[in-house]
C-alpha cells in the first residue's frame, strides 16, 4: 500500500477523531437502554450510532486504513470505559465487541472499494457493518432478557440502514473537505 497516498495524521486531529466517535458511542449506549426506546422496535441509539460510520469512512478516505484503524482502537478503549460509568455493564460490553468488529470491517471494506465511484466503499462498508454491530450488539447486551432485542435490532438495523443511506450526502460534501487524500489535491 503506497501510504503516501494519504495525509499524517496529527495528534491533535487524532484526539479530535477519538473525542468525536466517544461521544457519539456514549451517547448512544445512553439512548439505547430500556428507559429511553422509542416504542417496541426502535431505540434512539439507532439514529444517533451510524454517524460513527461516517466519521470512519471520512477518517480512512483522508488518512488511509492504518490511521482509521488507531482511531477505532483508542475510540473503542475510551467508549467501553466511558459506557461503563453511563451505562450497564452488560451494555458497555456489548457496544465494546459490536463497536470494534462492525469497525474494522467497515475500514477493511471500504478500503477493499475506495477507488471505485465515490459512493460505493462508504455505502457497502457501512451496511455490512451496521448489521454486523446491530445483531451483535443486541444479542450480547439483551439476550435471556426481557428486552425484545430480536424486534429492537430488526427495527434498528433497517433505521441505521436507511440513515447510512442518508448519510452520502454530507460524505460527499465532506470527502473534498474534511475526507480529501493527499492524491486527491495535487
Not at 475506495?114 to 459512493?119: E, I, L, Y
Not at 454486523?132 to 429492537?152: H, K, N, R, S
Amino acid at each position: 500500500m503506497n501510504t503516501t497516498r494519504f495525509e499524517k495524521m496529527t495528534t491533535n486531529q487524532t484526539l479530535l477523531a477519538v473525542a468525536i466517535m466517544g461521544l457519539i458511542i456514549v451517547s448512544s449506549n445512553i439512548l439505547v437502554q430500556p428507559q429511553f426506546h422509542i416504542n417496541a422496535w426502535l431505540t434512539w441509539g439507532a439514529i444517533t450510532y451510524p454517524v460513527c460510520f461516517l466519521v470512519t469512512d471520512l477518517l480512512n478516505r483522508r488518512f488511509g486504513p492504518s490511521r482509521a484503524r488507531r482511531v477505532v482502537s483508542i475510540g473503542f478503549i475510551f467508549a467501553v470505559l466511558a459506557s461503563y460509568a453511563v451505562a450497564d455493564s452488560r451494555i458497555a460490553i456489548a457496544s465494546g465487541v459490536a463497536f470494534l468488529t462492525a469497525q474494522l470491517l467497515d475500514i477493511l471494506v471500504f478500503d477493499k472499494l475506495r477507488d471505485t465511484s465515490w459512493w460505493k466503499a462508504p455505502f457497502i462498508a457501512g451496511w455490512l457493518a451496521a448489521i454486523i454491530d446491530t445483531f451483535l450488539f443486541f444479542g450480547v447486551a439483551f439476550a435471556g432478557t426481557e428486552v425484545p432485542w430480536v424486534t429492537l435490532a430488526t427495527g434498528d438495523v433497517g433505521i441505521k440502514l436507511i440513515i447510512n443511506a442518508m448519510l452520502l450526502a454530507p460524505f460527499r460534501v465532506l470527502m473534498w473537505n474534511l475526507g480529501r487524500p493527499r492524491s486527491a489535491q495535487a
